[in-house]
């Protein structure tokens, strides 16, 4: 069983930045696949980041493409969310996922096994 715990949400003005950072449970973190993916009021959830196991690659929506940067320490079972230029569509609970089975990660929220309870992310106008 895997545990994910996200922090570092909170409210922050347009242009501004936050880092979410969700610790992961396990001694086998290293080999899993991690993702965020974030869902607005009446939205679905939608992917954000993916990182590959060895932090070899990384993936983003276009929608946040230049402005968050995924990253993982596997020596501290955390991976991260660097936020900037943070926009008010940015506005979202912010989820992390680990996926055992896709060592690359994925876009698809189907292929994650464990999630987070979410992080709020508020970006005033």
């Known amino acids: 069983q895997v545990q994910l715990v996200e922090s570092g949400g909170g409210l922050v003005q347009a242009g501004g930045s936050l880092r979410l950072s969700c610790a992961a449970s396990?001694?086998?973190?290293?080999?899993?696949?991690m993702g965020w993916f974030r869902q607005a009021p009446g939205k679905e959830r939608e992917f954000v980041a993916a990182?590959?196991?060895?932090?070899?690659?990384?993936y983003y929506a276009d929608s946040v493409k230049g402005r968050f940067t995924i990253s993982r320490d596997n020596a501290k079972n955390t991976v991260y969310l660097q936020m900037n230029s943070l926009k008010p569509e940015d506005t979202a609970v912010y989820y992390c996922?680990?996926?055992?089975?896709?060592?690359?990660?994925?876009?698809?929220?189907?292929?994650?096994?464990?999630w987070g309870q979410g992080t709020q992310v508020t970006v005033s106008s």
């Open positions: 990182i590959t196991w060895s932090a070899g690659n990384t």
């Open positions: 996922a680990a996926s055992t089975r896709y060592y690359s990660g994925s876009r698809s929220m189907n292929d994650y096994d464990y």
């Open positions: 396990g001694r086998t973190f290293s080999t899993y696949g």
